[in-house]
């Protein structure tokens, strides 16, 4: 086994994974999205009903991407995202992150 691999199992026992889930207004998610998105240890956005029953959108983040970047890059998710959240009242957003021990 090479050394990279051994340090890139090492982080891998540092860091734990959790999830959380919010629930908010139809117009707030796409600004509530914008400020996950800037965190930086958002592994993974699920919007949902507001039941919890359907996921309308999943979108998965990376780790380490600069938040001007990824906000960028996820323009058309947002443009597609502030669409569907006028046509709803409620949403649960289900946020999935990892953290360093």
Same mark, same amino acid.
């Given at each position: 086994?090479?050394? !990279?691999q051994?340090e890139q199992? !090492? !982080?891998?026992?540092?860091t734990k994974t959790?999830?959380?889930?919010i629930?908010i207004a139809?117009n !707030?998610?796409?600004?509530?999205v *914008?400020?996950?998105v *800037?965190?930086g240890n958002?592994?993974?956005l699920?919007? *949902?009903?507001?039941?919890?029953?359907?996921?309308?959108?999943?979108?998965p983040?990376t780790?380490?991407?600069?938040?001007?970047? /990824?906000?960028?890059?996820?323009?058309?998710w947002?443009?597609m995202?502030? /669409?569907?959240?006028?046509?709803?009242?409620?949403?649960k957003?289900?946020?999935?992150?990892?953290v360093?021990?």
């Amino acid at each position: 086994m090479s050394e !990279q691999q051994n340090e890139q199992e !090492q !982080q891998q026992k540092k860091t734990k994974t959790f999830t959380e889930e919010i629930e908010i207004a139809g117009n !707030q998610v796409v600004e509530q999205v *914008k400020e996950l998105v *800037k965190e930086g240890n958002v592994r993974l956005l699920r919007i *949902k009903s507001a039941e919890g029953d359907d996921v309308f959108l999943e979108m998965p983040l990376t780790i380490g991407v600069v938040a001007g970047g /990824a906000i960028a890059l996820a323009a058309p998710w947002l443009a597609m995202l502030g /669409a569907f959240a006028a046509l709803v009242a409620r949403v649960k957003i289900e946020i999935v992150r990892e953290v360093s021990e």
